[in-house]
């Protein structure tokens, strides 16, 4: 009763109850038929290492709905009751990262052939109406924010989410009924609280609570339900109608989230192997534009056919367990821009300044600046200026740009070039030669390019006759007459011969007399 009476002195709204907070359902792995076997051993090893030391642990969230629907997970996470700070003390390779949410990656193996595990906090499900408040955003308030553990802006979007709290609040924060079941691998049990099972055997993704106050705690849970609707489709997964229907209205605050985040939001619908698929969806749900500028650019030109390939190409090596880059696509997607501009400045520049200048300016255009430009830019970079380096195949060129450290990237680009009629298809079949033969099959196809270039300088040039028009009004009296035959018929015109003058120091010393 106090507390409310100072909630109305303050101008605060009476607060509310917890929300609906489920049902806890135990489902052993005779009903739900997990195989354990698809189960990755390092999140194995997370959860034994964090039950071993006295806490709850469970793989949770999109690893337990494949794990459900028969798909083998790529990614896998981890919930439980242990604080950021208690897991990363019970691993060697462990870092506390984010501000809004605190998480911990558990990291194994080194280079590229590591493997991050992500473990997270059981968090409490708070009431935002009172949160503590803030005017700006996450950098305009970031002193503000440093000692928050929850705390909203204007809209209501949630800035920081670091209460801990028991599991059944923890299931009914996350999103998506089929993402908020939690599966114990020693025991064989799945954990649900909202229908997350039932959920996935109707094929139907379902917001928990409701779904616009949920996409405006965070509205980066509109790309999020696009995303999944795009991977789900092909197995007849479909949103919920009352989930779906606030989604063009909310994609309006994703004017206030970060342009790093959505970037990286961006990537995730592009590079996890459903990438036109996405597209789709967002053109059903009417959302071809206003999410971020660069993802409305891909929307626009994915009937292109130099885009669509490479859309194609990005979702067949995900589907094949290949690693895909965010430059590459991007270049792929930019590539217009880049031509375009690249022949407009041709025309008063030299051609390779021409290109770096278009380069820069079309980076600068259309990506603009988000977290790891500097990386992304030079990768993107090298594949364009690698181009035009593919048309010329002497010298030492060929041996230097086989042996650069991004040229599978950049031949691969032209490779789609020329699946689309951009460049000769020979060309790239020539490069595809080199790239992988010995050094004396090299010098062959050299030698072959050198005499093919050869060839092609002692070809004869034939040059056509122009014939100057024939005067309008002309008078017959100057017209050249020529000689009949003896049937009547003009006779062909006499070879006038050619004088041959002889070389100085001939008998005669002059030329002869025909």
């Known amino acids: 009763m106090i507390k409310q009476f100072i909630n109305k002195l303050m101008g605060k709204s009476p607060a509310s109850t917890?929300?609906?907070?489920?049902?806890?359902?135990?489902?052993?792995?005779?009903?739900?038929?997990?195989?354990?076997?698809?189960?990755?051993?390092?999140?194995?090893?997370?959860?034994?290492?964090?039950?071993?030391?006295?806490?709850?642990?469970?793989?949770?969230?999109?690893?337990?709905?494949?794990?459900?629907?028969?798909?083998k997970p790529k990614d896998f996470d981890v919930a439980t009751n242990a604080t950021p700070e208690q897991v990363k003390a019970a691993f060697r390779r462990a870092f506390i990262i984010g501000?809004?949410?605190?998480?911990?990656?558990?990291?194994?193996?080194?280079?590229?052939?590591?493997?991050?595990?992500?473990?997270?906090?059981?968090?409490?499900?708070?009431?935002?109406?009172?949160?503590?408040?803030?005017?700006?955003?996450?950098?305009?308030?970031?002193?503000?924010l440093a000692n928050m553990k929850h705390a909203v802006d204007a809209s209501g979007r949630v800035l920081r989410d670091n209460?801990?709290?028991?599991?059944?609040?923890?299931?009914?924060?996350?999103?998506?009924?089929?993402?908020?079941?939690?599966?114990?691998?020693?025991?064989?049990?799945?954990?649900?609280?909202?229908?997350?099972i039932a959920d996935a055997k109707k094929k139907v993704i379902r917001m928990i609570g409701d779904p616009a106050t949920r996409y405006r705690e965070d509205p980066v849970r509109v790309i999020r339900a696009v995303r999944f609707a795009?991977?789900?489709?092909?197995?007849?997964?479909?949103?919920?109608?009352?989930?779906?229907?606030?989604?063009?209205?909310?994609?309006?605050?994703?004017?206030?989230?970060?342009q790093s985040r959505l970037f990286d939001e961006?990537?995730?619908?592009?590079?996890?192997?459903?990438?036109?698929?996405?597209?789709?969806?967002?053109?059903?749900?009417?959302?071809?534009?206003g999410i971020y500028p660069l993802l409305d650019i891909v929307v626009a030109r994915s009937d292109e056919q130099f885009v669509t390939t490479a859309l194609n190409d990005t979702d067949r090596r995900v589907g094949e367990g290949k690693p895909v880059a965010p430059s590459f696509l991007l270049a792929c997607v930019l590539w217009s821009d880049v031509r375009e501009t690249w022949a407009h400045r041709s025309v008063k520049q030299p051609?390779?300044?021409?290109?770096q200048d278009a380069i820069d300016e079309v980076f600068d255009s259309r990506i603009g600046d988000v977290s790891g430009r500097g990386k992304l830019a030079a990768d993107m970079r090298e594949i364009w200026?690698?181009?035009?380096?593919?048309?010329?195949?002497?010298?030492?060129?060929?041996?230097?740009?086989?042996?650069?450290?991004?040229?599978?990237?950049?031949f691969d680009f032209m490779r789609l070039r020329a699946d689309v009629g951009e460049?000769?298809?020979?060309?790239?079949?020539?490069?595809?030669?080199?790239?992988?033969?010995?050094?004396?099959?090299?010098?062959?196809?050299?030698?072959?390019?050198?005499?093919?270039?050869?060839?092609?300088?002692?070809?004869?040039?034939?040059?056509?006759?122009?014939?100057?028009?024939?005067?309008e009004g002309e008078d017959p009296r100057f017209r050249e007459v020529e000689p009949e035959g003896e049937d009547g018929a003009a006779s062909p015109a006499k070879k006038r011969r050619r004088r041959r003058r002889k070389p100085t120091g001939e008998a005669g010393g002059t030329p002869a007399a025909e």
């Open 18 to 71: 917890l929300p609906n907070l489920g049902k806890r359902h135990v489902v052993p792995a005779k009903v739900h038929g997990i195989n354990v076997d698809w189960v990755d051993e390092r999140a194995l090893n997370v959860v034994r290492t964090l039950q071993d030391r006295g806490f709850e642990a469970y793989i949770v969230g999109g690893a337990v709905r494949d794990l459900l629907l028969g798909l």
């Open 99 to 144: 501000r809004r949410f605190r998480i911990v990656h558990v990291v194994y193996g080194r280079g590229r052939e590591h493997e991050v595990i992500e473990v997270s906090t059981f968090r409490a499900h708070l009431d935002n109406t009172e949160a503590e408040q803030v005017k700006g955003n996450e950098r305009s308030s970031k002193q503000e």
């Open 163 to 196: 209460v801990w709290g028991p599991q059944d609040q923890d299931a009914a924060r996350r999103d998506f009924t089929i993402n908020a079941m939690y599966y114990d691998p020693e025991t064989g049990n799945v954990i649900d609280y909202h229908g997350g």
């Open 230 to 258: 795009a991977k789900l489709s092909v197995l007849g997964f479909k949103m919920e109608a009352k989930t779906a229907a606030p989604l063009k209205k909310a994609a309006k605050l994703l004017a206030d989230v970060p």
């Open 266 to 289: 961006m990537l995730k619908l592009l590079q996890t192997g459903h990438a036109l698929a996405s597209i789709q969806q967002l053109k059903l749900q009417g959302l071809a534009k």
């Open 351 to 355: 051609s390779f300044p021409a290109l």
């Open 385 to 410: 200026m690698m181009q035009p380096r593919f048309e010329k195949r002497t010298g030492s060129g060929p041996w230097t740009l086989v042996d650069q450290a991004r040229f599978r990237a950049g």
């Open 423 to 471: 460049v000769d298809e020979a060309l790239s079949d020539w490069w595809q030669e080199f790239s992988v033969a010995s050094d004396s099959e090299r010098e062959d196809l050299l030698q072959q390019v050198r005499l093919e270039q050869q060839k092609a300088q002692r070809a004869p040039r034939v040059h056509a006759v122009r014939r100057a028009p024939k005067p």
